[in-house]
């Protein structure tokens, strides 16, 4: 019984991994991938575009600080699988 709520447990941190990776992630470099968008496009006039690269120079450090916390996550995740061998 103690197996089953280890690999429970193990399951659950594991899911919590996947959902930083996908979501946190996700967030920030949508934000980098449509402003640049638009500034590729030429759709903002000069002003417009230089407050848009301050907006992607804001995305990016947020997701900096979401690898970052991923990465440290990492050993997390190793001890995960260390329990499964």
Known sequence: MA??????????KLKEIAW???HLVRGPLS??????KI????LVSS????KLLI???????KL???IKEVVSNTSTF???????E
């Not at 934000?31 to 640049?36: E, K, N, R, W």
């Not at 907006?55 to 450090?61: C, M, P, R, S, T």
Request: proline share 0%; glycine share 4%; hydrophobic share 35%.
């Open 39 to 42: 500034i590729k496009g030429e």
């Open 31 to 36: 934000d980098i991938l449509g402003l640049s």
């Open 20 to 22: 930083a990776q996908s």
């Open 55 to 61: 907006q992607i120079h804001v995305a990016a450090e």
């Open 47 to 50: 002003d417009e575009r230089d």
């Open 3 to 12: 197996t089953l709520q280890n690999l429970q447990e193990q399951n659950r």
């Open 64 to 66: 900096d600080l979401v």
């Open 78 to 84: 190793e001890e995960i699988l260390e329990d499964f």
